[in-house]
Structure formats: structure tokens, C-alpha cells
């Protein structure tokens, strides 16, 4: 099956995922790690996935420790856990802990990563008021305030380079950020879009979402998608391709062309959605 067949198969699916603001709740499955744990897997020399099916978590290997992207939540934890074990990693090791944003299913874990192996958790400020809050699905172990990530603010770590990139809508200080990886020694630009959900209401939030979108489509260098929910970049299925690729074939995440359509996609989604909300305020 071809790239793009994956693709438009996966998308459906993956807007079931993303856009549905009942879906976390409805579905037990999801809190079960028996259902959810997935082997871990390394995708890029840097780059690990250590996520659950349904929501991503990821390892960026440096020369002086380890970052996280995102941690899970409730018993889901251990299988970012035990799979940076299983990699050969130490969990001891991690240093940051980069949280896209502020929903259960992204900062679940983050407590626990400050309380046993010592990371720093990083989150922009917008987002640290919100664990001040009422949970908006629902309740996890509040981090303690560490580092704030600002708007083209950077994080370094040994000889690798993040640099942040502010994207509300989804929340309202959704975290992406841009990083490079290697694929046999070459480097690729990625960005890992912290919040891509339209499971939010009004205008103006609506308005910050088209904003984001616009703000990444502005770039035009990245050439890898790593998404924080598996299904919005396809992680499991490239995976497969990854597995059997051969000597001289591309690697199957660089994929800008993908990329580029998804957030076009996003942003009609987006623009559908905005003249919704205004048509709801008449
Ligand atoms: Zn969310």
C-alpha cells in the first residue's frame, strides 16, 4: 500500500482521535495498559518512541541525558517508563520533560518524572496556570512549577538544540517544538505540534488555532512530522515501513509533502470550525 493510501486511511481515524472531546472518556480501553502498551521503538539515531496506541510519547537522546516529550498518565506511565528501560536506556537520565500541554493525557506523568528520576519539566506559562485550575477532563498528580517555555525560546542539553514554538488554540500555551534528528548521521528538521485538536470552544481560541497553524506553515523547512498522538502522523504505519526499509530508500518519516497537506488540512478544519462559533454568537 502506498504512502498516501495509509494516509487517507489513517485519517479518519485519526480525527476520531483528536476531534472528539468525548473520546478519553467514553473508551475505557484507553487507560488500560494491557490494551495500550505498544513495544518501544527507535525511529530516528536520536529519536524513540515510547508512547502508548492512542497517545505519544517521545525520547530525544542526547550526549548529556535524556528529554521526554510528554509522559502519559495514570498506569499508562509505565510503559514510557519501561520502554525507555527496554531501549537500553536509563530513566535515571532524564533530564527535561518538554509537556505539549495541559490536558491529562499529555501531563498525567510529569509529577512523577520530578519526583523520581529528577527531570525538569518544562510547559509555557499559560499552561502552568492551568494545572492552578480545575482539570478540564479530568484530574492527574499536579507537577511542581519548574521551567516556563517561551515563544522562540531555546533549550539546550549537551550538543542538542530545542527551539520552541508557541501554537495556542488547543490550549491555551500549546508547546511545539523544533529539534533535529539524524538519520545515519543526517540531520532532518522536526517539529512536534503540541495541540492539534479542535476540542475547544469560541472565536478567539479559534482564531489562535488558524494563527498557530499559519505560524508553522510559515516555516517551510520541516521535513519531519513527530506528533504527540500517534495517529496524526501515521507513527505506527511508517514504523512498518521503517522496519523494511532497504539499504538506500528514503527514511519513511521524512515526509514533507504529508506534512504540508496535513496542516492545510488542519487549517480548513479550522476555518470551518471559526464560522461555527461566529455563526453561533448571532
Ligand atoms: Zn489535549
Redesign the pocket.
Known sequence: MSRLRIQGLLLSLSLAFCLNPAFAQELSENDDPSIQRVAPFQVFDNLYYVGAKWVAAWVLETDQGLILFDTLYGDLTDIAIDGIRELGMDPNDIRYVVV??A?Y??IGGAKRMQDEFGAVVLMTEEDWAMVEEDPI?REYPKPRRHLVATNNGTLNLGRTGLRFVKTPG??PGVLSTRFTVYDKGFPFQAIMFG?V?L?FEGVERTEMYIDSVKRLQRMGDIEVNIPNHADSGDVFARYEMLKTRKDGDPHPFVDPETYTAWLDQLLINAEAKLLQEQAALN
Open positions: 505539549t500541554h490536558h493525557d499529555h477532563y488547543h490550549t495541540g485538536g476540542n
